[in-house]
T-cell receptor
Framework: DQQVKQNSPSLSVQEGRISILNCDYT??????FLWYKKYPAEGPTFLIS?????DKNEDGRFTVFLNKSAKHLSLHIVPSQPGDSAVYFC??????????FGKGTLLTVNP | EAQVTQNPRYLITVTGKKLTVTCSQN?????MSWYRQDPGLGLRQIYY???????DKGDVPEGYKVSRKEKRNFPLILESPSPNQTSLYFC??????????????FGAGTRLSVL
């Protein structure tokens, strides 16, 4: 039972355009959500988070949107840069501090 | 520098030979966790610990052991490794209170091959 799903294994965008990465979850007890970015041969690094009491959180070029009724969140990167090319993981958690991740989406930003 | 340190970074071993992957964090985090990353499966949690002497199973605990005798260390033990434990392993830690709680910081990873 996959509680966190990233349905797009890969995404390719042009430099300067918007990248939109999507994530769906099934567990209504999740009350916080995080996005991580991972380069090859490195550990995942924290990017941005959002709690269930908000529907948007912004940090520079990165914005996360949460739609609780649809159990859906998305990460927007504007404008996309070649250095953003990486695997992005969506993670969700609840009161037990256990974090469940999706399978990841490989973003490629073409110059 | 705040960090999570895993050792070794690379390890090749044979079936049945006990091994330990160490993990240490210098951020005074209460929560520590181990994950494995496999192609097409993403990050899956093996074990986690809320504090010293408190550990619990994640989604894929079979074949692994952990211990949390000190706050900063959380070693992962494979008593009798098998080829299906060939994977990329990550240790992570986080606070459990405050504005930064639940943001997990990851180590650089340990690539394990079991022949």
């Amino acid at each position: 039972d996959q509680q966190v799903k990233q349905n797009s294994p890969s995404l390719s965008v042009q430099e300067g355009r918007i990248s939109i990465l999507n994530c769906d979850y099934t567990n209504s007890m999740f009350d916080y959500f995080l996005w991580y970015k991972k380069y090859p041969a490195e550990g995942p690094t924290f990017l941005i988070s959002i709690s269930s009491i908000k529907d948007k959180n912004e940090d520079g070029r990165f914005t996360v949107f949460l739609n609780k009724s649809a159990k859906h969140l998305s990460l927007h990167i504007v404008p996309s840069q070649p250095g953003d090319s990486a695997v992005y993981f969506c993670g969700s958690g609840g009161s037990n501090y256990k974090l469940t991740f999706g399978k990841g989406t490989l973003l490629t930003v073409n110059p | 520098e705040a960090q999570v340190t895993q050792n070794p970074r690379y390890l090749i071993t044979v079936t049945g030979k006990k091994l330990t992957v160490t993990c240490s964090q210098n951020m005074n985090h209460e929560y520590m966790s181990w994950y494995r990353q496999d192609p097409g499966l993403g990050l899956r949690q093996i074990y986690y610990s809320m504090n010293v002497e408190v550990t619990d199973k994640g989604d894929v605990p079979e074949g692994y052991k952990v211990s949390r005798k000190e706050k900063r260390n959380f070693p992962l033990i494979l008593e009798s490794p098998s080829p299906n434990q060939t994977s990329l392993y990550f240790c992570a830690s986080s606070l459990v209170e405050g504005p930064a709680k639940n943001i997990q910081y990851f180590g650089a990873g340990t690539r394990l091959s079991v022949l």
